[in-house]
């Protein structure tokens, strides 16, 4: 869906269309009902007269509750910029769709959005009892980051002992996405892997799983580190070898068991690249899953 004048004209019902002509005919039968309900709320919008995206921007803060949560699922599938001002106002003033406005401002990737989930996050980390709610949507909004200064609060909420577990895990998963991940020369670097490394170790269930993750991510070749050894991985081996032979619980998070993700990031380790078939995919079809356990 591109972004600029052509979903800034159209009318909500085209938009909609468009994204169900794009999918897939499998993805169209499997999506078939929650699009049937999300061309009734289009139309209950036409009916408010709230008919194209700057209508609905503008509206709202003032829709009832149902058709707010679909106006924030709507600018983020759209990735309608114009939203960037009334986002920022929702996530401040309507505590029960911060997350929603936090995952949309991210897909929006404003730098002014960007700045203020540096600032909250910066305001958070330097008290005494950081707000957990508030860093998990921090984390939301900086998934995809566009700065060093973006990457910096990720590592720095994923490396804190003071925060739970699940937040650390949840920045860990966010850390995917930074490009100072890429380059071993970096302190960066360094921090994630040894804050990764502690973390496969550490009693919490989440953070072993994104640490994991994260030393996968960090071990993974790519152009910019293609010839270099992955030596330095070499401590972590033996307990994720150990976790891979005895560790069968789900992960939680709809993931799969602890063994397959330890199994993925010895395999990145020794060859510096994910298996052919990566936990992902071992694991498709299989309903057992780690229900997540928090917010």
């Given at each position: 869906m591109k972004r600029g004048g052509n979903t800034l004209n159209r009318t909500l019902i085209h938009l909609h269309d468009a994204l169900v002509a794009s999918r897939s005919e499998d993805s169209r039968r499997s999506c078939a009902k929650m699009d049937r309900a999300h061309a009734a709320k289009v139309r209950a919008l036409a009916a408010r007269g709230i008919t194209t995206m700057p209508a609905l921007v503008d509206a709202l803060p003032d829709l009832p509750s149902a058709f707010r949560d679909f106006g924030v699922w709507w600018i983020s599938v759209n990735r309608f910029r114009g939203a960037e001002g009334v986002l920022l106002q929702l996530l401040h003033d309507d505590h029960k769709r911060r997350p929603a406005c936090a995952a949309a401002l991210s897909s929006i990737g404003g730098r002014k959005s960007?700045?203020?989930?540096?600032?909250?996050?910066?305001?958070?980390l330097a008290t005494e009892s950081p707000d957990s709610e508030w860093l998990d949507a921090v984390i939301q909004g900086l998934r995809f980051p566009n700065s060093p200064g973006a990457e910096e609060i990720l590592l720095s909420i994923f490396e804190s002992n003071v925060l739970p577990g699940w937040l650390r895990g949840n920045a860990g998963d966010a850390m995917s996405s930074c490009s100072q991940l890429n380059?071993?020369?970096?302190?960066?670097?360094?921090?994630?892997?040894?804050?990764a490394a502690d973390g496969i170790v550490n009693d919490d269930i989440d953070l072993q799983f994104w640490s994991i993750f994260v030393i996968a991510t960090l071990a993974q070749k790519d152009s910019s580190n293609s010839g270099r050894s992955n030596a330095c991985f070499a401590s972590v081996l033996p307990p994720l070898r150990e976790i891979a032979a005895t560790d069968h619980r789900l992960a939680p998070g709809f993931w799969w068991p602890m063994s397959a993700e330890a199994d993925d990031a010895i395999c990145v380790i020794e060859t510096g690249s994910w298996p052919d078939l990566d936990a992902g995919d071992r694991?498709?079809?299989n309903p057992a899953r780690g229900e997540m356990r928090h917010i």
């Amino acid at each position: 869906m591109k972004r600029g004048g052509n979903t800034l004209n159209r009318t909500l019902i085209h938009l909609h269309d468009a994204l169900v002509a794009s999918r897939s005919e499998d993805s169209r039968r499997s999506c078939a009902k929650m699009d049937r309900a999300h061309a009734a709320k289009v139309r209950a919008l036409a009916a408010r007269g709230i008919t194209t995206m700057p209508a609905l921007v503008d509206a709202l803060p003032d829709l009832p509750s149902a058709f707010r949560d679909f106006g924030v699922w709507w600018i983020s599938v759209n990735r309608f910029r114009g939203a960037e001002g009334v986002l920022l106002q929702l996530l401040h003033d309507d505590h029960k769709r911060r997350p929603a406005c936090a995952a949309a401002l991210s897909s929006i990737g404003g730098r002014k959005s960007e700045r203020e989930f540096i600032r909250i996050a910066r305001f958070q980390l330097a008290t005494e009892s950081p707000d957990s709610e508030w860093l998990d949507a921090v984390i939301q909004g900086l998934r995809f980051p566009n700065s060093p200064g973006a990457e910096e609060i990720l590592l720095s909420i994923f490396e804190s002992n003071v925060l739970p577990g699940w937040l650390r895990g949840n920045a860990g998963d966010a850390m995917s996405s930074c490009s100072q991940l890429n380059d071993r020369r970096t302190k960066f670097f360094r921090r994630a892997l040894r804050s990764a490394a502690d973390g496969i170790v550490n009693d919490d269930i989440d953070l072993q799983f994104w640490s994991i993750f994260v030393i996968a991510t960090l071990a993974q070749k790519d152009s910019s580190n293609s010839g270099r050894s992955n030596a330095c991985f070499a401590s972590v081996l033996p307990p994720l070898r150990e976790i891979a032979a005895t560790d069968h619980r789900l992960a939680p998070g709809f993931w799969w068991p602890m063994s397959a993700e330890a199994d993925d990031a010895i395999c990145v380790i020794e060859t510096g690249s994910w298996p052919d078939l990566d936990a992902g995919d071992r694991w498709h079809g299989n309903p057992a899953r780690g229900e997540m356990r928090h917010i």
